[in-house]
């Protein structure tokens, strides 16, 4: 996958998501009054984009090369030096480049696409929901008219917990709800038979994003941010300051005990392994014995499995724990917090700006709020973005696109086999399934051959958080309907208005949104050159992350195994171990990079060029 974007569920490291897991963008709801949307079919409606008013293209010209600049001693100043010194990061992004100029204008598009979807008279199917996301989430007046009340009645629950079996009890009841906020669950193809999905559980239940926030003294001072983040949203929930400032230190006490008990972000990205653990119910619950995972089965409205993975143990064992040995009144600090904190972006004016102070400015440097109709979109992307992305494609990707596509596709193919064939540190034996794997690439291009069905999801022009939590947890059950089935080969885990790729080692494909087949990257009309050197990179990108670090562990048919001899493991690991140091010599902005995190995308940068070259 390209460096990118927010994540919104806890990922297997690999692609696919799982559904439902610690910080996730949607929150509970206020039961309000809706219908239920018809099966979704293609729109009837006929929906056109002003391009006046979209934003340009970021198409290359030859004038933007610096040619004051060596381009073989100096080749990154040479090619950005200019658009570098023309270009200032906006005030409502963290980043700027390709790809975020890119979303700037798909963004624009799904703009337009919503205002129109929302003002059809008598909506049904996917039409109805996207619209009344839009019409309830750009009601600012009538949210911030409604203030907590959406919430009350889960924070009443949660006030009501005074022992470990209502605890318990309460998490299995919101999980199924899909607001499990401790751990990440739901289905992924079994690491042993691709084929086949298997129910996973992980690690989650922290608001950070990674463990060494909690544990790395260089982090201290947003730690301490975050501490003061926890005490602001208890108190806007309705706790006075004092007492929100001592459960706060509570809940940072709690989480740093379960980071303690998690894997590094490093861990998990540099060693797939770790999500695959298959257990038995039986012997999970041994593991567990303060939460049983039989009954967490049986709460969830599904059949407990012959075997299910439970990833990294130690964090589990860890909850277990803290189930039997902390005091109640911590866990009722911990989830009054991540329940209002997980709701603030859907709540009125306080709640969204004390989210976006800490989250968008003090965590990750953002100086503005994007406007509401952007996180507005946002959310219908977490949430019902496979519906918005079928309006989508009907005004912005053409045939001919996906035509051009497919032959780039063939051709970087093609140079990617003579590569593997013409490496002189990798046996013939080893080739040999190198060859074979990637005879069973599998790429998608532009959106899906077959949409997901959403009849059943009740949406309506009442409240923006109810039809978040309708969201929630119906793409919940959803998604667990999948345990114990065959994989859906058809289904994609991005939608087509992403500006982003990817590679999916359990299903051996590449997929390419239609949103990032688009100029610069992308242009049916423009010179093979540009093409090549643009998306070209990209889906040698893409495949070359089928032979990187972890990509290599998967096999042909997708399944975990080692095709590799000793000896080209061996040569593997020590070329490789040249990129991390190379990457851990370079700095930005006085930060060095991890070049051990970063190797996946390293390599899949390196033969990327390669293979499109």
Same mark, same amino acid.
């Given at each position: 996958?390209?460096?990118?974007?927010?994540?919104?569920?806890?990922?297997?490291?690999?692609? +696919?998501?799982?559904?439902?897991?610690? @910080?996730? &963008?949607?929150? *509970?709801? =206020? $039961?309000?009054?809706?219908?239920? #949307?018809?099966?979704?079919?293609?729109?009837?409606?006929?929906?056109?984009?002003?391009?006046?008013?979209?934003?340009?293209?970021?198409?290359?010209?030859?004038?933007?090369?610096?040619?004051?600049?060596?381009?073989?001693?100096?080749?990154?100043?040479?090619?950005?030096?200019?658009?570098?010194?023309?270009?200032?990061?906006?005030?409502?992004?963290?980043?700027?480049?390709?790809?975020?100029?890119?979303?700037?204008?798909?963004?624009?598009?799904?703009?337009?696409?919503?205002?129109?979807?929302?003002?059809?008279?008598?909506?049904?199917?996917?039409?109805?929901?996207?619209?009344?996301?839009?019409?309830?989430?750009?009601?600012?007046?009538?949210?911030? +008219?409604?203030?907590?009340?959406?919430? @009350?009645? &889960?924070?009443? *629950?949660? =006030? $009501?917990?005074?022992?470990?079996? #209502?605890?318990?009890?309460?998490?299995?009841?919101?999980?199924?709800?899909?607001?499990?906020?401790?751990?990440?669950?739901?289905?992924?193809?079994?690491?042993?038979?691709?084929?086949?999905?298997?129910?996973?559980?992980?690690?989650?239940?922290?608001?950070?994003?990674?463990?060494?926030?909690?544990?790395?003294?260089?982090?201290?001072?947003?730690?301490?941010?975050?501490?003061?983040?926890?005490?602001?949203?208890?108190?806007?929930?309705?706790?006075?300051?004092?007492?929100?400032?001592?459960?706060?230190?509570?809940?940072?006490?709690?989480?740093?005990?379960?980071?303690?008990?998690?894997?590094?972000?490093?861990?998990?990205?540099?060693?797939?392994?770790?999500?695959?653990?298959?257990?038995?119910?039986? &012997?999970?619950?041994?593991?567990?014995?303060?939460?049983?995972?039989?009954?967490?089965?049986?709460?969830?409205?599904?059949?407990?499995?012959?075997?299910?993975?439970?990833?990294?143990?130690?964090?589990?064992?860890?909850?277990?724990?803290?189930?039997?040995?902390?005091?109640?009144?911590?866990?009722?600090?911990?989830?009054?917090?991540?329940?209002?904190?997980?709701?603030?972006?859907?709540?009125?004016?306080?709640?969204?700006?004390?989210?976006?102070?800490?989250?968008?400015?003090?965590?990750?440097?953002?100086?503005?709020?994007?406007?509401?109709?952007?996180?507005?979109?946002?959310?219908?992307?977490?949430?019902?973005?496979?519906?918005?992305?079928?309006?989508?494609?009907?005004?912005?990707?053409?045939?001919?696109?996906?035509?051009?596509?497919?032959?780039?596709?063939?051709?970087?193919?093609?140079?990617?086999?003579?590569?593997?064939?013409?490496?002189?540190?990798?046996?013939?034996?080893?080739?040999?399934?190198?060859?074979?794997?990637?005879?069973?690439?599998?790429?998608?291009?532009?959106?899906?051959?077959?949409?997901?069905?959403?009849?059943?999801?009740?949406?309506?022009?009442?409240?923006?958080?109810?039809?978040?939590?309708?969201?929630?947890?119906?793409?919940?059950?959803?998604?667990?309907?999948?345990?114990?089935?065959?994989?859906?080969?058809?289904?994609?885990?991005?939608?087509?208005?992403?500006?982003?790729?990817?590679?999916?080692?359990?299903?051996?494909?590449?997929?390419?949104?239609?949103?990032?087949?688009?100029?610069?990257?992308?242009?049916?009309?423009?010179?093979?050159?540009?093409?090549?050197?643009?998306?070209?990179?990209?889906?040698?990108?893409?495949?070359?992350?089928?032979?990187?670090?972890?990509?290599?562990?998967?096999?042909?048919?997708?399944?975990?195994?080692?095709?590799?001899?000793?000896?080209?493991?061996?040569?593997?690991?020590?070329?490789?171990?040249?990129?991390?140091?190379?990457?851990?010599?370079?700095?930005?902005?006085?930060?060095?990079?991890?070049?051990?995190?970063?190797?996946?995308?390293?390599?899949?940068?390196?033969?990327?060029?390669?293979?499109?070259?």
């Amino acid at each position: 996958m390209i460096r990118n974007p927010k994540i919104v569920l806890l990922t297997l490291a690999v692609s +696919a998501a799982l559904v439902g897991c610690g @910080k996730t &963008d949607t929150p *509970a709801t =206020d $039961g309000a009054a809706s219908t239920a #949307a018809p099966a979704a079919t293609a729109a009837a409606t006929e929906y056109k984009l002003d391009e006046s008013k979209l934003p340009a293209y970021n198409a290359f010209h030859p004038s933007d090369l610096d040619t004051t600049m060596d381009a073989c001693g100096a080749f990154g100043d040479f090619v950005n030096s200019k658009w570098l010194a023309a270009n200032a990061i906006p005030a409502d992004r963290t980043s700027w480049g390709a790809f975020t100029i890119l979303d700037e204008r798909s963004v624009a598009v799904q703009h337009q696409l919503a205002e129109q979807v929302a003002a059809v008279k008598n909506p049904s199917g996917i039409e109805k929901i996207v619209g009344d996301f839009w019409a309830t989430g750009m009601d600012e007046a009538k949210i911030n +008219a409604q203030g907590i009340e959406p919430i @009350k009645a &889960d924070l009443a *629950a949660i =006030d $009501g917990l005074q022992d470990k079996d #209502a605890i318990v009890n309460y998490l299995r009841s919101s999980a199924a709800k899909g607001e499990n906020v401790l751990f990440g669950f739901g289905p992924e193809a079994d690491f042993k038979n691709s084929s086949m999905n298997m129910a996973y559980a992980s690690q989650g239940g922290l608001g950070l994003p990674d463990t060494t926030y909690y544990t790395d003294a260089k982090n201290a001072d947003k730690l301490k941010a975050y501490q003061a983040h926890v005490a602001k949203v208890l108190e806007l929930s309705g706790l006075a300051k004092a007492d929100a400032d001592t459960q706060a230190a509570d809940v940072v006490k709690f989480e740093t005990r379960l980071a303690k008990a998690s894997k590094s972000s490093v861990e998990l990205s540099r060693d797939v392994a770790l999500f695959y653990n298959p257990v038995s119910v039986a &012997d999970a619950d041994k593991l567990t014995p303060n939460f049983s995972w039989t009954e967490f089965f049986k709460a969830q409205g599904i059949a407990a499995p012959e075997k299910f993975s439970l990833a990294i143990p130690s964090f589990h064992q860890e909850v277990s724990k803290a189930l039997g040995d902390t005091d109640p009144s911590v866990w009722r600090a911990y989830l009054r917090f991540h329940t209002v904190d997980s709701a603030s972006p859907y709540l009125a004016d306080a709640f969204v700006q004390e989210n976006y102070d800490f989250y968008g400015k003090t965590l990750n440097g953002q100086k503005e709020m994007k406007e509401r109709w952007k996180r507005v979109l946002g959310t219908i992307e977490s949430d019902a973005g496979d519906a918005f992305g079928q309006l989508y494609v009907k005004v912005a990707f053409s045939p001919e696109a996906k035509a051009k596509m497919e032959e780039l596709v063939k051709n970087l193919a093609a140079a990617l086999k003579e590569r593997i064939q013409g490496l002189t540190w990798m046996s013939d034996e080893t080739k040999a399934k190198a060859i074979a794997k990637w005879e069973t690439f599998t790429p998608k291009i532009g959106y899906p051959d077959k949409w997901r069905d959403w009849n059943g999801l009740s949406t309506g022009r009442d409240s923006y958080f109810g039809n978040v939590r309708a969201a929630n947890e119906f793409n919940y059950k959803w998604s667990l309907s999948k345990i114990g089935k065959p994989v859906d080969k058809t289904e994609w885990g991005m939608t087509p208005q992403t500006v982003n790729a990817y590679y999916n080692p359990l299903q051996n494909e590449i997929v390419f949104p239609a949103a990032i087949l688009q100029p610069p990257f992308f242009d049916p009309k423009a010179d093979d050159a540009l093409n090549y050197g643009g998306i070209g990179a990209v889906i040698g990108h893409e495949m070359t992350h089928g032979y990187d670090d972890q990509g290599s562990r998967f096999g042909p048919t997708g399944n975990f195994e080692n095709w590799w001899n000793e000896a080209d493991t061996k040569n593997f690991s020590g070329l490789t171990g040249k990129l991390i140091k190379q990457f851990d010599g370079y700095k930005v902005d006085g930060q060095a990079v991890n070049g051990k995190l970063t190797l996946g995308e390293n390599i899949a940068d390196l033969g990327g060029l390669a293979t499109a070259y």
